[in-house]
């Protein structure tokens, strides 16, 4: 009975740990996306202006970028893409943000000596 039991929940943690990395986005064609020049039109990427995710705490739960607060970080990735990228946001259930923004979360906000960039 106790390994029945103990199956049980290991099959259900499995499927619980699948069904929040497919949910969630991957992570890994996030901060490819994050690194890639595609998101934009002038030829700069996420990295460009946070380069190794620096600056960016992607454990908050609002943003101000510029002076506009931001409720989410799909609304900050888009301002981003939208402002320093001069690209066109994103839908917010598409995979390619459910990807960066999955990549964004991970991110701890480490300070990084400031490199100053014409449109950052």
């Known amino acids: 009975m106790k390994r029945t039991i103990l199956v049980s929940i290991l099959i259900l943690a499995v499927f619980a740990a699948f069904s929040l990395a497919v949910a969630g986005g991957d992570v890994q064609r996030g901060k490819a996306l994050f690194n890639s020049t595609t998101l934009g ?5 996420c ?3 946070h380069p190794g995710g620096s ?8 943003f101000t970028i510029m002076g506009h607060k931001l ?7 888009n301002f ?3 402002m320093a990228l001069k690209g066109k946001p994103l ?8 990807a960066l923004s999955a990549y964004v979360k991970t991110l701890k906000g480490k300070k990084r000596r400031r ?3 014409k449109g950052c």
């Not at 039109?41 to 990427?45: E, I, L, P, Q, R």
């Open 41 to 45: 039109t002038n030829g700069k990427s």
């Open 47 to 49: 990295a460009t202006c």
């Open 55 to 62: 600056r960016i705490n992607g454990k908050k739960s609002s």
């Open 71 to 77: 409720g989410s970080v799909e609304d900050a990735v």
């Open 80 to 82: 981003c893409i939208k």
């Open 91 to 98: 839908k917010k259930d598409s995979p390619e943000m459910k």
């Open 115 to 117: 490199r100053i960039i």
